[in-house]
């Protein structure tokens, strides 16, 4: 069905590079197939991400467009810190809008300097090559002030596209949670005059439990993966919480309940993915976006299993939710501002917490080993490797540094580290 309906005139009114657009959109069905179409034995209830990655500048994007047409608005987002439920009790979709993908690389080095993350690279590449209908969809964009990078990117990038940049503290004193709430309280008035609504109670109450929900959905499927065998691969639970940042929130919860459902059975059973001698890896690190599947590729394939992801697109995304019991907006919007500010980004210092994460989730996951995966010129997580790195050989935990990028060039020499690490576990 999908496959007859033509989203060409959509993509054009968006102002894409059809052109260009058409490549992205032969470069990732092949990539997907190679990452994922290729595993054995998936859970049934990953068809359902299937066909949401097959849709992903489809479908989506047609509903992101429909929303806009019955007076919502589309809000793009680029880090953890930004409060969805504010986003939705103001009509809002949030659709995150970091891309794990090289793009338009020669355009943007013409603005940036070579030696900047490929995450930042490539949202600027996404934009400037005209290639990502959410970009263009956006009625506007929220940036933050986490890593230089990011913060002096959002610089140019606002000039073209509508950005509101939030402060984010980098510290976790009281006066930084009274500035984080301030913040709170600009966003809310920057999404009233975009959205032209007021922000209610009752929305905010229903979007905090909506997003809850998804979180606790989440939560299920992979607290399944403690589980030896794992009942699913580490890449189909990292492309869960990918597409936790742009799908419906509803119907994600409940097709993701689904899935858990599934895996608690498979628990149940004793049945999964992969031997239940297989080493068990925890991967730590950079966020990991769309279509950035080359580590947890890397590991899979070599025999190992992921078992859990302290990441922006893991653990950090799911584990923490905002309380529900405050009975005023004022009191859910510190509640808010209270559980946004309780995770643990490498942007922060110190940062104990994050470290006091890798070591917890570690043991709850049974992992053999850690893998701290940072991306080039990301020297927050950079050098917060050395002080994981630390902690885990306390712990008596091996861990194995992986610093990369979103090109393939080191998939043979990271592949032979990798096959070693997992080898050393094994022994
Ligand atoms: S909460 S990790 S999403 S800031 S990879 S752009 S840090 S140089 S993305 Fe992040 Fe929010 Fe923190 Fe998560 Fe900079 Fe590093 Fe690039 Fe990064």
Redesign the pocket.
Known sequence: MSDVVDYRPMWQSLGLDLEAHDLLLTAIPQLYADAYLSQQNRPEGMAYLDFVMSEIHGLRIKELQDHKAAGGTVIGT????VPEEIIRALGGVAVGL?AGAEWAYDQVEQVLPRN?????KSFMGFKMGKVCPYVESADLIIG?T?????KK?YELFGELAPLHVME?PQMKRPQDAALWRGELDRLVIELERVSGRTLTFEALQQATREVNAKRRALQRLNAARAAAPAPISGKDALLAVQVAFYDDVPRFTQMVDKIADELEARVAAGSGVAPADAPRVLVTG??MSVPNWKVHDLVEKAGGVVVAEE??TGA?YYEKLVAEEATTTEGLLDDIAAKYLD?N???FTPNPGRIDDVLRLAREYKADGILHY??Q??????IEATTVERAAREAGIPLLRVDTDYSMEDAGQLGTRVEAFLEMLQG
């Open positions: 680029f880090c953890l810190y970091c900047t993350c490929a995450l930042i933050e986490t890593c230089d990078g990011k990117a984010l950079s966020p990441l922006c950090r995770i980004c490498a942007c940072a991306l010129f990301c020297a927050p997580y950079q």
